[in-house]
């Protein structure tokens, strides 16, 4: 069964903080996502992964910054929290090449106060 | 003009209703079709895929194409108040191993 894990449900941080959000996948895929979601706007890609230590940006990359130092897990660095980032946090990951399905984690609520 | 749009409703129907969902697109490249379903504060979740054209069917469930009109549609027969969700439809396009997804419906099936 596939599994996509992210490391909190709900946060809550200060404007200005620099947060981590964690990401771990357990089905050895290649590519790995970051998407932000918001009412009205749906899901936006925020940085993606094809492979360990590559990386691109996605439709909305400002303000935040990503790692992939193991295939499994990729991190999502928001380096200087702001209120305008307060949203759903939705990680996925998916096979290189074939169909290109997707599959989500659970999703992280990151509020920013 | 946006490659997958999507009606985002909301879409309210009694139980035990056929349901219709739908998505246009614009790139008529080589490509799969793809419908998600998000139940509220959860992750998106794969229902089911469809090559470019043609129908596939999943229990209740039914996903067809029209390449033609660049039309893609979820029908859900017998609606169950468990259907109620937020549905998104999603492209990708040959090697591209991004998805292009439409904003979603929301789709309430009362009892």
């Known amino acids: 069964d596939v599994k996509v894990t992210q490391s909190s449900r709900y946060l809550v941080k200060r404007t200005g903080e620099k947060v981590f959000l964690e990401c771990v996948q357990d089905?050895?895929?290649?590519?790995m996502f970051w998407y932000r979601q918001d009412p009205g706007l749906g899901l936006r890609l925020i940085y993606f992964s094809y492979d360990v230590k590559m990386k691109e940006k996605g439709d909305i990359p400002e303000g935040y910054s990503v790692s992939r130092e193991k295939k499994e897990r990729f991190s999502l660095i928001l380096e200087s929290a702001s209120t305008n980032q307060t949203s759903m946090y939705l990680c996925?990951?998916?096979?290189?090449?074939?169909?290109?399905?997707?599959?989500f984690g659970p999703g992280t609520r990151l509020t920013v106060t | 003009q946006k490659e997958v749009e999507q009606d985002p409703g909301p879409l309210s129907v009694p139980e035990g209703a056929i349901v219709s969902l739908n998505c246009t697109y614009s790139n008529s490249a080589f490509q799969y079709f793809m419908w998600y379903r998000q139940y509220s504060r959860k992750g998106p979740e794969l229902l089911m895929y469809?090559?470019?054209?043609g129908n596939k069917e999943d229990g209740r469930f039914t996903a067809q194409v029209d390449k033609s009109s660049k039309y893609i549609s979820l029908f859900i027969r017998d609606s169950q108040p468990s259907d109620s969700a937020t549905y998104l439809c999603a492209r990708s396009g040959g090697s591209n191993y991004k998805l292009t997804f439409g904003k979603g419906t929301l789709l309430t099936v009362n009892p």
């Open positions: 089905m050895d895929h290649e590519n």
């Open positions: 469809t090559y470019s054209s």
């Open positions: 996925a990951s998916s096979l290189g090449g074939g169909v290109g399905e997707q599959y």
